[in-house]
């Protein structure tokens, strides 16, 4: 064990883009913009071809003008039952 597994290698790819492209700790930046292109390169956004918005909820439903692409988050940058802080138990002495 101990070897990150491929999705947790994403990530980090992920992470070192970001860290490169903000120029930290210099102080670059970053825009919406390229942080999209970003999460798409690594696998984090999917992007979908739609001829109408997927739903309310979705970010394409703001869009107005059709076929459009819309952004997904996939499971790399979606956070799981499973990773979720535990809640933390207090345990008392009982001695
Ligand atoms: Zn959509």
Same mark, same amino acid.
Do not use: Q, V
């Given at each position: 064990m101990g070897a990150a597994t491929a999705s947790e290698e994403r990530r980090r790819a992920f992470v070192d883009d970001l860290f490169e492209k903000t120029d930290w700790p210099d102080g670059g930046d970053l825009d919406g913009f390229d942080f999209q292109e970003l999460c798409v390169k690594h696998g984090l956004l999917a992007t979908v071809e739609v001829t $109408? %918005? +997927? &739903? @309310?909820? +979705? &970010? +394409? %439903? $703001?869009?107005? @003008?059709?076929?459009t692409t819309c952004y997904r988050r996939t499971e790399l940058s979606r956070r799981t039952a499973s990773v979720e802080a535990p809640t933390p138990s207090i345990t008392r002495s009982t001695e």
């Open positions: $109408e %918005a +997927c &739903g @309310d909820n +979705c &970010g +394409c %439903a $703001e869009y107005t @003008d059709f076929p």
